[in-house]
């Protein structure tokens, strides 16, 4: 099962900072938090991910609470392209399987 | 587009056909993983190889037969299969390397639909 919790969706407005939230409070001090995201009709295309320490790419930010039971996705400006579902995945530490919650519907508005 | 190559795009097929889907990948990952999303809905885990030997099987029926033939293919063949098996199969290849923080890289996945 599923180990995270995240809104079903938000709104965005084009140019603005879009911050998703995803809680994983019973995640294992080795499992690492993963996001994804997911345009219609296309596979699942990797942002990021993390252990313990805030992780920053060309795509986004990773901000991990100090005790690891939430984190947040920042896509810094949002454009109309970044309209997808994006999924937070905690990686299952004994089994390596990355097994997919429901994700947050993102639509960013013009 | 990516770096996971999925065939054929689109695949429409009778309950009582045989067909396989086709994944390949050259980015020398030898972890290798079949998903499964009907609409709406996520990706659900299917099947994982590693190092070519099946690793996980997430008791999938057996109409449903994966094989490995090298790092760089993973085929799905079908047979039998029920309209409610209709569903986009997505597959991701793997890091094994670097173990549980290697990302996985997806396809854009074969359209199946059974009638």
């Known amino acids: 099962d599923a180990k995270t919790t995240q809104p079903t969706s938000m709104d965005c407005a084009e140019g603005r ?31 990021i991910h993390g252990l313990k320490n805030n992780e920053t790419n060309e795509m986004a930010s990773l901000i991990i609470t100090e005790d690891r039971k ?19 995945i905690v990686r299952d530490g004994a089994t390596n399987k990355l097994i997919f919650g429901t994700g947050t519907l993102l639509a960013v508005q013009p | ?41 996520p990706p ?29 293919l993973l085929n799905l063949h079908l047979h039998a299969l029920q309209p409610e098996d209709s569903a986009l199969y997505l597959c991701a290849s793997s890091d094994t390397g670097s173990s549980y923080n290697s990302p996985l890289h997806f396809g854009n996945g074969t359209r199946l639909t059974v009638t």
């Open chain 1, 70 to 88: 939430s984190s947040t996705l920042i896509l810094p400006h949002a454009t109309l392209r970044d309209t997808a579902v994006y999924y937070c």
């Open chain 1, 17 to 47: 900072a879009a911050n998703l939230p995803c809680n994983h409070s019973t995640i294992s001090g080795n499992e690492y938090v993963y996001w994804y995201r997911q345009i219609h009709s296309q596979g699942p295309q990797y942002i």
């Open chain 2, 44 to 72: 659900e885990l299917m099947f994982v190889y590693s190092y070519e030997k099946l690793s996980i099987n997430e008791s999938v029926p057996s109409r449903f037969s994966p094989e490995c033939p090298n790092s760089s």
């Open chain 2, 1 to 41: 587009d990516t770096e996971v190559t999925q065939t054929p795009k689109h695949l429409v097929m009778g309950m009582t056909n045989k067909k396989s889907l086709k994944c390949e990948q050259h980015m020398g990952h030898r972890a290798m993983y079949w998903y499964k999303q009907k609409a709406k809905k």
